[in-house]
């Protein structure tokens, strides 16, 4: 199984800061990485798809690059409804995977 | 409107089974795979398998292999998700996702709480 290890596991920022979490993949997923938000009680929502592609709906001020087996998730300028967990999966192949997660918390 | 529907929260004894559904409305049912995704209390998420709608046939991680069942009603666009030889560490809330193939799980129902205890 490929494995996703995603860092920080967690960290504190503040309202407008700038943030990098970053996913490595045990080997090359291609292009087949997603991120997901997760709020407290409430089910995943999608972010992105093929690395960099935003999901409909979701603002511009996310981000998502890399290639292989590195990427990362951008969050420009942080707002309180982004202080979330958020996770990296790959669907490349089966069994599909997450990340561990990382918690973004307040400052 | 699209959506994925599941069942309500279910309480469980140790070695019973729990079976979750997922009904999906607004889109075409067969065009998408449906996966299932279980969260412990305070944990990541763990992906434990999916089924197309189709054909009906499945993949499951290794670890649910030979104690999870997922099947699907094509007069209801309805899926199930059956645990069998439930643990307390089988606690978690289970997700259905829609996968859009070559993208992301980009439809999720609500979760449906399964609670083990004696």
């Known amino acids: 199984a490929i494995r996703m290890t995603q860092s920080p596991s967690s960290f504190s920022a503040s309202t407008g800061d700038r943030v990098t979490i970053t996913c490595r993949a045990s080997?090359?997923?291609?292009?087949?990485l997603a991120w997901y938000q997760q709020k407290p009680g409430k089910a995943p929502k999608p972010l992105i798809y093929s690395i960099s592609n935003l999901q409909s709906g979701v603002s511009s001020k996310f981000s998502g690059g890399g290639s292989g087996t590195d990427f990362t998730l951008t969050i420009g300028s942080l707002q309180p409804e982004d202080f979330a967990t958020y996770y990296c999966?790959?669907?490349?192949?089966?069994?599909?995977?997450f990340g561990q997660g990382t918690k973004v918390e307040i400052k | 409107q699209v959506q994925l529907v599941q069942s309500g929260a279910e309480v469980k004894e140790p070695g019973a089974s729990v079976t979750v559904s997922c009904k999906a409305s607004?889109?075409?049912?067969?065009?998408?795979?449906i996966h299932w995704v279980r969260q412990a209390p305070g944990q990541g998420l763990e992906w434990m398998g999916r089924i197309a709608p189709t054909s009906g046939g499945t993949i499951f991680a290794q670890n649910f292999q030979g104690r999870v069942i997922l099947t699907r009603d094509t007069s209801t666009n309805t899926m199930y998700m059956d645990l069998g030889s439930l643990k307390s560490e089988d606690t978690a809330t289970y997700y259905c996702a829609r996968h859009n193939f070559a993208h992301n799980f980009d439809l999720w129902g609500q979760g449906t709480l399964v609670a083990v205890s004696s």
């Open positions: 999966q790959q669907y490349k192949s089966y069994p599909y995977t």
């Open positions: 080997q090359g997923i291609s292009s087949y």
């Open positions: 607004g889109y075409t049912f067969t065009s998408y795979h």
